[in-house]
């Protein structure tokens, strides 16, 4: 059998693979929770603080919740490096004396592993894998602004060893008034680990970030700015700004949207030598046709490859 020893690190090497890189001293676990949950927000590179009107808003801002106008779901599935697959699914309504709830799942599956004893010989297979459940709130104070919370429950496992953990969710969103500007702040994974691998708890990936969306007069573009991870420590005050992403949807048609994106912070990173190749740069379709819709996305690693995702929604 496996050693403990070997079980954790097996599933740290595994949670590497899994996430794109982290300034140093960043480490913490359950990392996948950083990944992007759908095609339309990955093409965009992450730039969805801001974005209204999407069931997966849960995942980046829970008070996008209060406006989505239709009961609406969503579901996923992201293409990662080696055997990694990883997929979501999400929903979101209105309910009549209560208000804007909703719900997602987001799962990484790390995919079979041989099991040796401690002369290499193969003895069997395990298993690794993650995954978040998420129950959230929203509500309005007023047409423009917009409050929300969602509570997660996070768990994870790998050969017989598992973890399980508890955070919160808070965001607020603002849409300023006689203009086509909406500004969004959220923080993310507030909480801990009930159970973890090891005899020391580690820390969640908490993530605070604030952005804005705004749609140009006379033309047909959502443009987004967002900076994340504003709540870590660095080394100097102009280095907290760079983990920021941009991100353009260009409406084509009723039924045809192109998305492009860029990930500072993902491109520094994932530099090999003097070059970066696309590293950090992102696209993407949409497809809508009546209530359902179609995304697809890639994700460019650089030198190391890409990532891709495609998602479906419906408005129901």
Known sequence: MISRKQAIGAFVALTVLSTSPL?????????????????????????FVSVTNDPNTIFYNPAGLSTIETPMGSLGFFKHLLDINAGYISYGQFLENVGYVGAGVIY?????????????????????????????????????????????????????????????????LYAVPD????????????????????????DLPLDLSIGASVVPRGLPLLLNLNFHRLNQDVGSFTDRFR???VGGEFTLSTVLQARIGYNNEHRKDLKIGSSAEMAGFSGGVGIAIRQYTVDYSITSLGKIGSQHRVSLGARL
């Open 23 to 47: 300034p140093a001293g960043n480490s913490t676990v359950y990392s996948f929770l950083r990944n992007d949950a759908g095609a339309r927000a990955a093409a965009l590179a992450g730039s």
């Open 108 to 172: 990484t599956n790390y995919g079979s592993f041989d099991e040796t004893d401690d002369l290499g010989n193969t003895i069997g297979t395990f298993h690794a894998s993650d995954i978040a459940l998420s129950a959230g709130y929203a509500t309005t104070f007023s047409e423009q602004l917009h409050i929300g919370g969602a509570v997660k429950f996070i768990h994870s496992s790998i050969a017989s060893f598992s973890s399980a953990g508890l955070a919160v969710d808070l965001g607020v």
């Open 179 to 202: 203009s086509r500007v909406t500004v969004g702040a959220s923080i993310r994974n507030l909480g801990a680990q009930l159970s973890s691998y090891a005899d020391t708890k580690e």
């Open 243 to 245: 983990a920021f992403t």
